[in-house]
């Protein structure tokens, strides 16, 4: 009796869990500015406009690793979704590209290059 009330979705006292909740919940941080966006931005400034490669974001998003594991560079990939605008790749590497530039949005707040 009690692994049929489980599997329909009861609790451990026979009643629904989800009593009383809307069925869908409007995410109210949608557009928040993460941690590692917020970095990858602040490392755009910083470099004035000029093209970032991906170790230069590394250590600008994450300075007290040593060694990076991959979900770094995956974090730091999702933020220049949204940031940034991929120029190509570096010389003699494989996979994404490795060089980025500050998105038309960032680059006005930036200002001209001197």
């Known amino acids: 009796m009690d692994s049929v009330l489980l599997a329909r979705g009861a609790g451990h006292n026979g009643r629904p869990r989800h009593r009383g ?14 941690r590692i966006q917020l970095g990858v931005r602040r490392a755009m400034v910083a470099a004035g406009g000029k093209p970032l490669g991906i170790a230069d974001l590394l250590a600008r998003c994450y300075p007290r690793a040593s060694n990076h594991p991959v979900w770094h560079r995956t974090n730091i990939h999702r933020a220049l979704k949204r940031i940034g605008i991929p120029l190509g790749r570096i010389p003699n590497k494989r996979g994404r590209p490795g060089i980025y530039a500050p998105n038309a949005e960032l680059r006005r707040l930036i200002g001209p290059s001197p």
């Open 21 to 34: 909740r809307p069925k869908h919940i409007v995410i109210a941080d949608k557009w928040r500015i993460g």
